[in-house]
């Protein structure tokens, strides 16, 4: 469905902020398919659409989505404190919260983006996160174009294989990240806006890796 | 900058088409700016903005980069030959054109979208394609807001180290896509508009694979 007027492109691309506290309100049915058929508008190699979407909205399988979380999180604790996870430290705007994994048990809705694998791989594949990053671009985009937020996140994949097991996904269809969605927690909490982005000019080459770009 | 007003964000989404012939006109400094920039607005982990953007404009480069695609396209062909590549073909309507990597010699402007690496891997990390396409699907989107056209392309990745050679990559960079940009070619030719997606619910789980939504 197009939608007439609206949110502008640049302003939804501008003000599009990672949300992960939300108020308790429920997603709107018509709204959580609007923001879903928009991340299938995506483009794909020939036009193949490989992306699935699980959508979690009971009150069971978000618990069950808190404790995989938790244990995820877990995991990467171990693997900080074994020097295995040398990431420079997430900047504070950009850090989970360690409550996160547990606000996800009461969270309006989770969707897990996943990518159903080509018969065959070879340079051109851009494998599972290429094949379902734009549309989940373009899901965030369509929720904060109709009031909602959400985020990528991709934590979970330290319990990849439970969650595998859990949502029952064949062997050929791999979780790519898992989105929280909802109303954004508003003026006292979290919401859309203004983002810090470094000047563009800084990551962009003309012609050759270092070559200044003027425009 | 927050464009005020201009194409709204569903209709930028839902008649965004992969635009892979283009008009001789030249892609005016402030737009190529304006789609970058917007592109450089995607989420990424930690707010790093991983993305880094190689813009080819020369003649010369242009001329290169047609080469080492059709050596790529040969390298495919070959590839097919030999069994190696079984994907199922692509629809009509995607499929790139034999003339597509000879008309990349004479495209207004070839984008590069490459990855920086982070420290260090591990379950969370999305790979080069996961940090690069929510910004190379802004970069479409934004394309279409300002009129021009685009698409990504994957088939260079055929010669990956001899573009990384060639374009002076560091060894923690990988291009994850090649991106023409141009005017579309109009009333005649290629052009933005409705596109053919499959009904969202096929592609949409409640709860656990297989499971049928409805919303």
């Known amino acids: 469905m197009t939608e007439q007027g609206g949110i502008s492109l640049f302003d939804a691309i501008y003000t599009m902020r990672a949300i992960r506290r939300f108020k308790p309100d429920p997603v709107p049915d018509a709204l959580l398919r ?9 483009p794909s190699g020939g036009n193949r659409q490989p992306w699935r979407w699980v959508v979690i909205r009971s009150a069971e399988g978000k618990q069950r989505v808190s404790e995989l979380v938790k244990q ?6 171990e ?17 989970p919260g360690a409550d996160f994994a547990e606000s996800l048990a009461s969270v309006p ?13 070879g340079p ?6 290429g094949q379902t990053y734009p549309g989940v671009e373009n899901l965030l ?6 009031g909602l937020g959400g985020c990528i996140t991709t934590g979970f994949r330290w319990m990849a294989a439970e969650f595998k097991e859990w949502l029952g996904l064949p062997d050929d269809v791999e979780p790519t990240c898992l989105i929280p969605l909802g ?3 508003g003026k006292d909490g979290e919401r859309h806006g203004r983002k810090t982005r470094r000047p563009i000019e800084e990551l962009t080459h003309e012609e050759r890796w270092g070559g200044a770009i003027s425009f």
């Open 183 to 185: 109303y954004p927690l």
């Open 109 to 121: 809705v989770i969707v897990i983006a996943c990518a159903q694998a080509p018969v065959s791989q």
């Open 72 to 77: 995820a999180n877990a995991k990467a604790a």
């Open 124 to 129: 051109w594949s851009v494998g599972p996160f």
């Open 34 to 42: 609007q923001v879903i058929e928009a991340a299938g508008q995506a």
């Open 141 to 146: 985009l369509a929720a904060r174009g109709v």
């Open 79 to 95: 693997a900080r404190a074994a020097g295995q996870d040398r990431r420079p430290a997430p900047t504070p705007a950009a850090a």
